[in-house]
Nanobody, 119 residues
Framework: QVQLVESGGGLVQAGGSLRLSCAAS????????MGWFRQAPGKEREFVAS????????IYADSVKGRFTISRDNAKNTVYLQMNSLKPEDTAVYYC????????????WGQGTQVTVSS
């Protein structure tokens, strides 16, 4: 059974940086696409970034392009989201997600980690 566990959230001032981690287990992740989503209070969950575990094909939401970077460590089975130049509007619960490369549905989700950006 695939399990995803996020960590690294917290409180940061506007303009600062934060690095989120997603520890993955139970899957053949070399054939998976990994992604990050976020949900702010009162809003729908939105896509942030995604990448194949192997092969790239990296996609970013326009709202984070140039500021956020998705990456992974194969040896640690961990996906990262490096967030720079943070803005108050980045405040949300951030979720790690996964799906097989050949599927469109994001079937696996982590529990989420809170990111709060103060002005």
């Amino acid at each position: 059974q695939v399990q995803l566990v996020e960590s690294g959230g917290g409180l940061v001032q506007a303009g600062g940086s934060l690095r989120l981690s997603c520890a993955a287990s139970g899957g053949t992740f070399r054939s998976y696409r990994m992604g990050w989503f976020r949900q702010a209070p009162g809003k729908e969950r939105e896509f942030v970034a995604s990448s194949r575990w192997i092969g790239g094909n990296i996609i970013y939401a326009d709202s984070v392009k140039g500021r956020f970077t998705i990456s992974r460590d194969n040896a640690k089975n961990t996906v990262y989201l490096q967030m720079n130049s943070l803005k108050p509007e980045d405040t949300a619960v951030y979720y790690c997600a996964a799906r097989p490369n050949e599927q469109y549905r994001w079937g696996y989700w982590g529990q989420g980690t809170q990111v709060t950006v103060s002005s």
